[in-house]
């Protein structure tokens, strides 16, 4: 379980559901950049630098007694993200091969009189593997797994000054 810290900037009112309330919480997406010992002398460290970091804000149902302000540790399923991750990636791709392949048998047979239709094909199918890639997401059984979900409140650390 991958896991991120949020904080909860909005609580609704209590759904439906006994005990159950929607709280939005907001996540910082973070680079790397920062944390590089390179930065100043790395372009991409100073573009970093420049552009405010954006926050990520999401919608979700608890039982968790959450207040406004309370961090929060969010969890997603490793699981779920590798399975969508490959068809993201390699449908678009295997579509791009195959369709480019029959679109060069078709260059070859002089089928198409010019080998800019067969690149086209090949675009074409990079296009349908997408689309099929969509497709399967939308219709997978991953989906549910693919929502954050709120493991638990991070505990609050209480700063000592002095012990007498």
């Not at 149902?61 to 779920?80: A, H, M």
């Not at 002089?110 to 997401?137: D, M, P, T």
Request: aromatic letters at 10%; glycine letters at 10%.
């Amino acid at each position: 379980m991958m896991e991120e810290l949020a904080t909860v900037i909005a609580i609704d009112d209590i759904s439906s559901k006994e005990g159950y309330s929607t709280v939005t919480v907001q996540s910082k997406i973070k680079s790397t950049c920062s944390s590089c010992k390179q930065i100043d002398n790395c372009g991409s460290g100073q573009v970093s630098k420049a552009i405010p970091q954006k926050k990520l804000s999401v919608k979700l149902i608890t039982r968790l007694p959450v207040q406004i302000g309370d961090i929060i540790v969010l969890g997603l399923s490793e699981k779920g993200m590798l399975q969508v991750a490959w068809q993201v990636y390699l449908w678009p791709l295997i579509g791009l091969i195959v369709f480019s392949g029959i679109g060069q048998y078709f260059v070859q047979q002089g089928i198409f009189s010019n080998e800019l239709f067969g690149v086209f094909l090949g675009c074409l199918g990079g296009y349908f593997g997408h689309r099929l890639a969509k497709f399967w997401q939308i219709r997978s059984k991953y989906v549910s797994t693919l929502m954050p979900k709120i493991l638990r409140i991070q505990t609050k650390v209480i700063k000592i000054t002095a012990i007498d």
